[in-house]
């Protein structure tokens, strides 16, 4: 027995480590099921490491890795002055406890073949979804019990991998030589038809103008730079004409903010109601917030939004959540988090730019939905984020 225990840490290679992180990546944008199960292989993998874990030791020395420490740690006193129920509170705790694989995940990204593998994994499964996503449009999967503008994951969370999905194409496509640019201009054209053309998402619209924009600003000049933007305002004004789905989306968004006092119960006006419930709860307990899980708890006791129900897990935005339940302590822990982190990946070489861009998708999608609150949202940026900061070996 105690030979086995000796010999055991000698079969965790770092092949294994390479081959859980590519299939979590994989499944990340196509597959709940999937992606709990390598989370679940791919942290115990890391953990029996003494190596790895030695490693992750290191890490905490680092600031953005306290201040993830610190956000988690403050969702964890919230339960102390929290109304909610203990079932509550350890949902809700759940939901955030997931920060912590960023650490674990990072020194499994250490090497180059694990970096590279992990992206293509993720744009390979995009890839997946544009074509199913593209054959429903055309009425090819007739029999599918599929949604066109959503395959795996709700249009939402589709058209938000799928405009980072485009970008890193772009990325890849410009640091790239030879035959392998012609492959991510098909990925950039395949990623933004479906984007352009079949998903309902308007986050996705906005996330997908802001992060071409940003590209053609971090990989050309100047001059190039202000083509590049203003090609791309034009080539949304052309889908905009000539994508159906796209002017549905944006006339039914205008209208529902212009008509919001007639009729609040709209998709805009359900999200305005959240938001403004939220900012009540924050007025309510300014400092240090209702406490983890109040938004739960309070919504179903008031039943602020009659039109909704009584059920709602988040007021779709983090900002918001955030502010609700930790008060202005979680809204000055979460900006230190994010600043950290912005620091961190100026410090990086190959991985900069898709880490910066990465965080500015997190940050503009917060506001409309709490993307760290949500398993499929929260791991598909933990997951990525872990990679990008892996190219930083950890000394």
Known sequence: ??????????????????????????????????????????????????????QIKN?????????????VLIALLGCIWSPASIKIKLFVIEKYSKLLYLPIFLVGFQNE?????????????????????????LNILTSANLYSDHVFRNHIMTSMMMGFATYLAGYLFFKRQGYSRFAY??????????????????????????????????MLNKRQAIMGVFSILLLFGFAYKFSPIMQVGITALSNDFKYFQQNKDTPIGFRLQFHSFAKELFKREPLIGNGTGSFIHYFSLENPVPGWGHKL????????????????????????????LFKASLTLREWRFPAIALLILISIGNFSDSLLFYSGSGYFFIVLMALFLSEKQIK
């Open 59 to 71: 890490l905490l020395t680092h600031t953005w890795c306290k201040a993830l420490l610190l956000f």
């Open 313 to 340: 897990l988040e007021p779709h935005s983090q900002y918001w959540l955030t502010a609700a339940e930790f008060g202005l302590l979680g809204l000055l822990s979460y900006a230190i988090l994010f600043l950290s």
């Open 113 to 137: 073949k694990a970096r590279n593998l992990g992206v293509h994994a993720f744009l390979l499964a995009m890839l997946l979804t544009a074509f199913l996503s593209i054959a429903k449009d």
């Open 185 to 218: 201009g098909i990925l950039i054209a395949i990623y933004s038809y479906q984007i352009l053309f079949i998903n309902a998402g308007r986050l996705g619209y906005i996330l997908y103008v802001v992060l071409i924009s940003l590209l053609a600003i971090q």
């Open 1 to 54: 027995m105690a030979i086995a225990q000796l010999s055991w840490p000698r079969y965790i290679t770092k092949e294994s480590v390479t081959f859980l992180l590519t299939a979590l990546l994989f499944a990340i944008p196509i597959s709940s099921s999937g992606k709990s199960i390598f989370v679940g292989l791919a942290v115990a993998t890391i953990l029996i490491s003494a190596n790895f874990r030695a």
